[in-house]
């Protein structure tokens, strides 16, 4: 199977013919991607997360004379919108990562954990790599997929950024997008041309195996961004066929180096389709909002009614205009003027409305903690069944960032060689998510108590109600254990130089020899 480096060789082979080269080659592939459905659905996604979907398009119209379209100046428009998308993704995101992952380091039986080893990686995984991993599962289901970047800061210390995924243009090895050849990241920047006057350019880093190139857009061109360049010119390491600076991917005690185990970009997938929530629900949530955005309407109407004034000669658009501007109807007939109630069918917009309520939660994976069953399930196995599709959904985002996990893992492996000339290469992590939902705490407790002796303390830790971390949990059962064994020693050996001060250690009552005496 050819890969897409090879295409991307044999495309810059031929194109040289007609004057193509690499930068043409990835101006190219980034107006593509920012053209593509999925790049538009990225947009989408975000849009209503931050809860800015189609409804803020609506409008209240009527037909004028012409026949056109025409907005209703005076009408009520209700722009009625719902924040399930945001409130669905902080849901998955709070399920699945409320607490910190636990880290167990995988060894043989007979074999001991390696405690520096450890105590390095639980450095790297602390509260902020925490914090960031939340973030990644938002970013992820809100656009598909969402990107860390590696990089050696100037001191040497291996540091991650969270990278929207608007922004990154990957380039695959293989076709279940699992391996990376070359990645393109673009963003904007404000450079000013002047002391007074600045502009927006769009800046471009390209990477592969090779190194790293940096680009600008000159107009729509893509150029050596020399600037940039001469900023880390310790970082170059040659040039291209077009001229343009390579420049390696990290520093590290003075050498120039690049990743071995390949392109320094981690991805996390919301699925393995590349899919983001809002596909599955945007048509659901647009016509949830509009229905209920026009019932608002209709509502706030209803007590005024409709004036109809009989005898009035008028255009259809005429009739329209005054009917959404004056809620009044004019018509050429004997003069007489009415008012008519307006109708509401409020049942059948509830059961409607209800139905499509549950049928976004259930595309979305969601628990819709507004609904009646939500209330009343009380035992552990009721309210399990109603987390099901949440739990599977985030079962599945699980298993998709333990590998992009354990991807990161081998970044880590290779900066702890480049910086001490140590290999843990050898040693297997494990990442456990720690999922949490509402509980019957008092069953879950009891549950907890009664498998002391059938499970490990970390799994019941990890499945107690009041354990936020589990390691961090049991390193304070270890330091309790410890005072309290400390505290029994000294007890005892208090105890043994108060009979030792009485003589009572050293004699045997009712007559009996000293212990030791023959």
């Not at 690499?22 to 190219?28: D, P």
């Not at 880093?205 to 310790?234: A, S």
């Not at 647009?286 to 209920?292: A, K, M, S, V, W």
């Not at 900066?415 to 008092?442: C, G, H, L, Q, R």
Request: hydrophobic letters at 30%; charged letters at 35%; aromatic letters at 12%.
């Amino acid at each position: 199977m050819i890969t897409e480096l090879e295409k991307i060789d044999f495309i810059l082979k031929e194109g040289a013919k007609k004057g193509m080269n690499l930068s043409k080659f990835v101006n190219t592939q980034i107006k593509d991607f920012k053209e593509s459905n999925k790049y538009k659905e990225m947009v989408i996604g975000n849009k209503y997360y931050k809860n800015e979907g189609d409804i803020n398009k609506k409008e209240r119209v009527y037909i004028n004379e012409d026949g056109q379209e025409e907005v209703a100046p005076h009408a009520k428009n209700y722009q009625l919108k719902h924040p399930i998308i945001y409130k669905m993704i902080n849901q998955k995101a709070g399920y699945l990562l409320r607490k910190k992952p636990t880290i167990k380091q995988l060894v043989e039986k007979g074999e001991k954990e390696d405690n520096e080893y450890k105590e390095l990686i639980k450095d790297i995984f602390n509260n902020k790599m925490h914090k960031r991993l939340k973030y990644t599962l938002i970013e992820a289901v809100k656009r598909a997929v969402a990107w860390w970047q590696i990089y050696i800061d100037a001191e040497g210390n291996l540091k991650v950024r969270l990278r929207y995924a608007t922004r990154i243009v990957p380039i695959w090895k293989d076709e279940e997008h699992e391996i990376l050849d070359a990645l393109a990241m673009f963003y904007d920047v404000e450079i000013y041309t002047t002391e007074e006057t600045k502009e927006t350019k769009t800046k471009v880093e390209y990477y592969d195996e090779e190194g790293i190139r940096y680009y600008i857009y000159d107009g729509d061109t893509l150029i050596e961004d020399v600037e940039e360049v001469e900023k880390r010119k310790e970082f170059i390491i040659g040039k291209d066929t077009e001229g343009t600076s390579i420049l390696c991917h990290y520093m590290i005690n003075g050498q120039a180096k690049n990743w071995q185990k390949g392109i320094p970009f981690i991805y996390f997938k919301y699925n393995g389709d590349e899919l983001p929530l809002i596909h599955f629900l945007k048509a659901l949530l647009d016509c949830y909002d509009e229905l209920t955005s026009k019932m608002g309407d209709t509502i706030y109407e209803a007590p005024d009614g409709v004036n109809v004034v009989k005898n009035y000669q008028s255009e259809a658009g005429t009739f329209q205009k005054n009917l959404q501007t004056f809620n009044t109807v004019f018509l050429d007939t004997d003069g007489e003027y009415d008012r008519k109630g307006v109708q509401i069918s409020i049942e059948a917009f509830k059961e409607f409305i209800t139905q499509l309520r549950k049928d976004i939660y259930e595309g979305g994976s969601g628990v819709d903690t507004q609904s009646e069953k939500f209330g009343t399930q009380e035992s552990g196995v009721a309210l399990k069944q109603l987390y099901s599709d949440l739990d599977l959904d985030c079962s599945n985002i699980e298993t998709e960032f333990k590998s992009s996990l354990e991807y990161f893992k081998a970044f880590v492996d290779e900066w702890i060689a480049a910086k001490d000339n140590k290999d843990y290469s050898k040693y297997e992590m494990e990442f456990v998510f720690n999922k949490t939902m509402t509980v019957n705490e008092k069953e879950l407790i009891e549950n907890c108590n009664n498998s002391v002796d059938l499970l490990s303390k970390a799994t019941i830790l990890a499945n107690h109600p009041f354990v936020r971390n589990v390691e961090d949990e049991l390193q304070k059962i270890k330091e309790q254990e410890k005072e309290e064994n400390e505290k029994a020693e000294s007890e005892y050996e208090k105890l043994l130089k108060q009979r030792k001060d009485t003589g009572a250690g050293n004699t045997i009552q009712n007559g009996a020899t000293k212990v030791g005496d023959k």
